[in-house]
């Protein structure tokens, strides 16, 4: 049964209580968020149409990358040209702040000053500090490009 046809179903059986399945998965979430870093950062994706179309077999990073390539959610070599980006061309800041009361857990912020006055402009939470950077991007992107 699909997402959509599961989602229905569901609506008739319960009415307005139910909120739809998202038909995206984590992984495809992840794979979209790399996206959206990539041609934030300038980076050429492909596809495997692209590779057919040349006829070669072997795609080099001079001419982009698949997304599911793409590893912004797993290196810090992938990552920190981002975050260097961001401070620079954008005039923001990092900050991580680690909490212990319950579980480790990180938060990173991307704040400007303007006018004197600090703008946050991207704040997420994770277990994992590389995740936590990752996730904060993605909402400054989302929401300052």
Known sequence: MKIKEFNQMMKETFGDRVINVSSTSPKEKITDN?????EF????VITIDDIRANKNPIQSSADGYLKEDLEYHTSWDWLMPVIEKIEDEEDCEFRITDDWSDKKTFTCSISARRDGEVIVRGSQASDNKLKAYYLAIVKFITNNT
Not at 34 to 38: E, H
Not at 41 to 44: A, Q
């Open 34 to 38: 790399n996206k959206l870093i990539a």
């Open 41 to 44: 950062m300038g980076v050429n």
